[in-house]
């Protein structure tokens, strides 16, 4: 089955410095790897994804994040942050080759982001 | 496109009353996902269509849950009878993928139900 993973419930930061979500999954194949924000009483928006290609996959806001096969990861970053990052952050992945549940999105837990000045 | 657009945004109803969700999809999107939302379990999916059939509903917690999408451009998600623990934000997500195109998934702004 797979499963995504976010270890920290709560990430806090100072405006300006840079910042980094961590985010690992489970897949039996190839993965599809997704990262949203949700700012309070919104829905979930997106922020950015990789499907394949370069594992440095660039977004909205100024957010990055990288795709490291070997460690199954996919941390989400940004060089400088703002206070206006401070929401909630999923990472999602979705594995197309599934067998019997092809194309399943799952989330993780979600990670707390707080930025402060 | 307005988006996934879910209705009502917000409901209070008492404890053994029927609650039906509602969500429109983003029109030309293949794939519509059920989602409930509470801060002790997170996001959690419930169910999936894709192409208007269910294909995963290991996510729902009961037989009190069901869900329908009699069409591409329509689904419910219905609980009968509700009770206090089912209240939580209800997502709707919509997206197109296979093909040529592959999108990410939108979201609807959610559902906040309260079983009082």
């Known amino acids: 089955a797979q499963s995504v993973a976010q270890p920290e419930d709560q990430v806090n930061v100072a405006e300006g410095n840079p910042l980094t979500v961590k985010c690992t999954y489970s897949?039996?194949?190839?993965?599809?790897l997704f990262w949203y924000v949700q700012y309070p009483n919104r829905g979930l928006q997106f922020l950015l994804k990789?499907?394949?290609?370069?594992?440095l996959v660039k977004g909205s806001y100024g957010f990055e994040a990288e795709f490291n096969k070997s460690q199954t990861s996919f941390h989400l970053k940004k060089p400088s942050a703002l206070v206006s990052d401070s929401a909630l952050y999923f990472c999602?992945?979705?594995?197309?080759?599934?067998?019997?549940?092809?194309?399943?999105?799952?989330f993780g837990t979600g990670t707390q982001l707080k930025v402060e000045l | 496109d307005a988006g996934v657009i879910q209705s009502p945004r917000h409901e209070v109803t008492e404890m053994g009353q029927e609650v039906t969700l509602r969500c429109k999809p983003i029109s030309g999107h293949d794939y519509l996902f059920w989602y409930r939302q509470t801060m002790m379990r997170g996001l959690e999916l419930l169910i999936y269509f894709n192409n208007n059939v269910p294909i995963d509903d290991s996510g729902m917690p009961e037989d009190r849950f069901s869900a329908k999408m009699p069409n591409a451009s329509f689904s419910t998600l219905k609980i009968q009878p509700s009770e206090p623990r089912d209240s939580a934000v209800y997502f709707c997500?919509?997206?197109?993928?296979?093909?040529?195109?592959?999108?990410?998934?939108?979201f609807g702004q959610g559902t906040r139900l309260t079983v009082v």
């Open positions: 990789y499907i394949t290609g370069d594992n």
């Open positions: 999602a992945v979705r594995d197309p080759i599934l067998t019997g549940g092809g194309n399943k999105l799952t």
């Open positions: 997500a919509s997206t197109i993928w296979g093909g040529v195109v592959d999108t990410e998934a939108f």
């Open positions: 897949v039996s194949g190839n993965p599809y």
